[in-house]
């Protein structure tokens, strides 16, 4: 099975139903009786909600309901919640407040949902929507972070700071008393905007009733059913969450901010209920940026102790990351918490300290998106050193190098408290350098000037924490016939699971991929998961699938001995060239595992004790984290008159351990580097500071790159695998944005800098950048 197996540049099987438009995408799916329903969503960004009067809309043809936020009330429904308590900065309880599903009351955001219209079509429940009447009592809005943490407006009454929350990591003490003994402080405020995925497929929901089992079925595109079916059962509507089914197909995207439990969700499951009748959802794409949650949106203020030699000896970072209006579950502080472990980067730094206070505004919540907190701690760690190094007439790359993590001090414990386990830092960077070609970069910079363009090169040294403790699910079901049903736990959104996964069993098992069945995102069919996020299927998944495939190797073993009438002792399993085959040590017997398999279904053929079939589970939790990393460098090139940006070079060196897929891993680190290149040059969430309007509400708006926005992009590997796991790899799907922010930043920044630019922040689109210049000729 070589040409299947780990490491082989498989095309992905998966593609030829997507292409040939055969894919079953959310909203592909469509059920007989069917209704049709529309969220009418909040149009301003504060507001009392006086009177809801939908009698003329249910008077309209067609419409069977219309639900709010006092219906679901009634009902009883529960909200997702925080299953855990933070403290606020003064010691008292964290503030949350988790929506409903729909208002009650109050609207905190423009998107807000406020009712839900069912009719028996679309365009029936469209004219209907229009027709609630609404009267607003409109009250002041903040939705700027900055502003927001200034409290002048609260949006909570009983928060009149914005504050839910503070984390905190790291020892204060100890990182105090180094900047104490400092020789050198370098200190920056870096704000990272806001953004939001963009998937080419909207949301959707439908949702099913079925009285007679009284059972529910949701079909929804999410990134983990089984956790949604959860999420529902025992947190919204209190039910066994056998009561449930999930069913998630192929999804159009989804990047983390697909990630479980919407209100949509909800409200189809309870209409079909009530109407006895399935209740389809589709989000538009005008809406989808209401309605959907954001990601990104802090500030930063970070200061870097260095000592005489410009060696690093302490990091400070306080963050104010905006969470929006209201925190329904944990999802919506994880990137306020979850990986600011990584902003000590790849550096050796004694101490450090972290304070993150999660502030809320009108606005949407924000939530996990490609990346999850790594790119901004990225960011910050990797603009700090070349704002150092600029500051202290320090060279960038000797900066880095002087205070990089050696391979002989790994395994390494961060000053923030995690483990990296292994890694070449030093020759990601030389590697990136060289494929770069840094060392020629001052000529192409004098030659750039004389045409009167400013050319600038920036480098990030990218290390994320993916992986990490959790369980994932995978089970292989043998047919009577030999061949195979694989299901996996993890939930494929685009990044090619079917055949990552395939080639996994090929490696293990000798199975030619074009006999197996792939299921995913069914919770009636796989009987768990925790689903994809953190770049942890293939380490998880495929570590779970490796036990499965370990568990059949053993059983099947038993099995070929008695067949063969060898001893269990003398039976070997080899995969070759010919699939997977058992033999006998010392002789040229061999029994193909297919065959195995087939022999497992007939009673006459099993020796006593054995119990028949071969199907077997495998659930994997690593002990700890990976710790992707690699060294990302962008050559760019600014025109001097315009600000008119042209990202030029880019290079990747990255290290993802064992790489399963080198066709699937570049198109990981290009996709991610295309969300990350968009949101360093042009992708903005902006909402008015007066009115807390959406600006940015259509393309028209919200710049996304293009294929002309791209360079080409050299991606090389420098693989360590992991102990960690049985495959020795580390995740690799959201690589490529951690990196790309910070070096395409550094890039723009180190072009400006000749034209004594002190100060950049994202996105670089021309108008800013053209700002930044006409501001310094000002200030001279
Ligand atoms: N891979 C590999 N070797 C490794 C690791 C990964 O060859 N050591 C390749 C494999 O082809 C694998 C793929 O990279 O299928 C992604 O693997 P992994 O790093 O395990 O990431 P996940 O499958 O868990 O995907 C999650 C990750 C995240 S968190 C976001 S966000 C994201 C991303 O993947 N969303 C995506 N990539 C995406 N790609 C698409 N097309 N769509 C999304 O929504």
């Known amino acids: 099975m070589g040409q299947f197996g780990i490491g082989q540049p498989v095309r992905r099987f ?10 079953r995408f959310q909203n592909d799916v469509n059920l007989p009786g069917q209704a049709h329903a529309v969220v009418l969503r909040s149009p301003h960004a504060h507001a009392r909600i006086r009177a809801l009067d939908a009698g003329p809309a249910l008077a309209l043809p067609g419409v069977l309901a219309v639900y709010t936020g006092d219906d679901l009330a009634a009902a009883g429904f529960g909200t997702m919640g925080v299953p855990f308590q933070r403290k606020r900065p003064d010691g008292s309880p964290m503030f949350a407040r988790a929506h409903l599903g729909l208002a009650q009351g109050t609207v905190r955001f423009v998107g807000e949902p406020v009712a839900f219209v069912v009719a028996a079509s679309l365009a029936q429940a469209r004219d209907a929507a229009e027709l609630v009447e609404i009267d607003y009592e409109l009250l002041q809005s903040v939705t700027d972070t900055a502003d927001a943490a200034e409290a002048k407006i609260a949006v909570w009454d009983e928060c009149p700071d914005n504050i839910s929350n503070l984390f905190e990591a790291g020892n204060l003490a100890a990182t105090e008393a180094a900047f104490a003994q400092a020789a050198h402080i370098v200190r920056r405020r870096y704000v990272i905007s806001r953004v939001y995925a963009h998937f080419l497929e909207p949301r959707g929901a439908i949702g099913v009733w079925d009285p007679g089992e009284e059972r529910y079925t949701l079909y929804a595109d999410v990134q983990y059913p089984h ?153 910050v760690i990797e603009r700090l050193i070349d704002d150092a190094a600029r500051e202290l007439h320090d060279d960038p790359i000797e900066l880095r190098q002087r205070n990089m993590i050696p391979n002989a001090k790994l395994p390494y414990k961060t000053a923030l408290g995690l483990n990296y386990d292994c890694g070449d830092f030093l020759a990601n960077q030389e590697k990136a ?76 098992l000798g199975i030619d991929p074009n006999e197996v069945q792939y299921i995913d995102g069914d919770t009636d069919r796989v009987a768990f998961g925790i689903g994809t996020n953190g770049s942890r299927s293939t380490v998880i998944g495929g570590s779970a699938l490796w036990m499965a495939a370990d568990k059949i ?77 690699g060294s990302h460098v962008c050559e760019v090139e600014i025109d001097a008159e315009t600000g008119e940006l042209d990202i030029l070079n880019y290079v990747v060196v990255d290290d993802v351990g064992t790489v399963v897929n080198p066709v699937g891993l570049k198109g990981q680190i290009h996709g991610g580097i295309a969300q990350g290149l968009g949101q360093a040059v042009m992708e903005q969430v902006v909402y008015d500071r007066e009115s807390g309007q959406m600006l940015t509400g259509s393309f028209m708006d919200y710049a996304m790159p293009r294929a002309e926005d791209f360079p080409y992009l050299k991606v090389e590997s420098n693989p360590v695998p992991t102990k960690r796991n049985p495959l020795g790899a580390k995740g690799a799907g959201e690589a490529g944005t951690v990196g790309a922010l910070p070096a395409i930043v550094n890039a723009v920044m180190d072009a400006l800098s000749p034209v004594a630019v002190k100060h950049f922040d994202m996105p670089a689109t021309s108008a800013r950048i053209w700002q930044a210049m006409t501001d310094v000729y000002r200030d001279d």
């Open 14 to 23: 998966e593609d030829r139903r997507f292409l040939r438009g055969e894919g």
């Open 227 to 379: 956790r949604v079916r959860q999420a529902l059962a025992t947190r919204i509507f209190k039910i066994p969450e056998s009561r449930i089914r999930v069913i998630s197909g192929d999804v159009g995207g989804g990047f983390g901010t697909k990630g479980w439990q919407y209100p949509e969700h909800r409200l189809v499951l309870w209409a079909a209920k009530q109407l006895r009748r399935p209740v389809k959802w589709t989000c538009e794409r005008s809406e989808a940026i209401l309605a959907d949650e954001h990601a990104r949106d802090n500030i930063s203020d970070a200061m870097l102790a260095l000592d005489n030699d410009g060696k690093f000896l302490a990091l400070r970072v306080r963050t104010f990351a905006n969470v929006g209006a209201y925190i329904s579950s944990e999802r919506n502080l994880l990137a306020t918490f979850g990986n600011v472990g990584t902003l000590t980067g790849v550096y050796d730094i004694p101490a450090a300290h972290v304070a993150v206070l999660a502030v809320m505004a009108n606005t949407n919540g924000t939530a996990p998106y490609r990346g999850a907190g790594r790119p901004e701690a990225t960011y």
């Open 433 to 508: 350098l060289a494929l770069a070609d840094w060392d020629g970069f001052p000529a192409r910079r004098a030659e750039a000037r004389a045409y009167g363009r400013l050319r600038g090169i920036g480098i990030a040294n990218p290390i994320e924490k993916s992986a990490g403790p959790g369980q994932e699910f995978a089970e292989i079901r043998f047919h009577p016939s030999g061949n195979l049903t694989l299901l996996m736990g993890s939930k494929n959104q685009g990044q090619g699971h079917e055949t990552t996964f395939k080639q996994v069993l090929a490696e293990r």
């Open 553 to 629: 190797i053993a059983k099947a073993k038993k099995l070929a001995a008695h067949l063969m009438e060898a001893s269990e002792a003398d039976i070997e399993f080899v995969v070759g060239d010919n699939g997977g085959n058992f033999t006998v040590a010392g002789t040229d017997r061999r029994l193909a595992l297919s065959e195995v398999a087939k022999a497992a279904f007939r009673a006459n053929n099993l020796p006593p004790g054995l119990e028949g079939g071969l199907y077997e589970t495998g659930t994997f939790a690593p002990i700890d984290f990976t710790y992707p990393n």
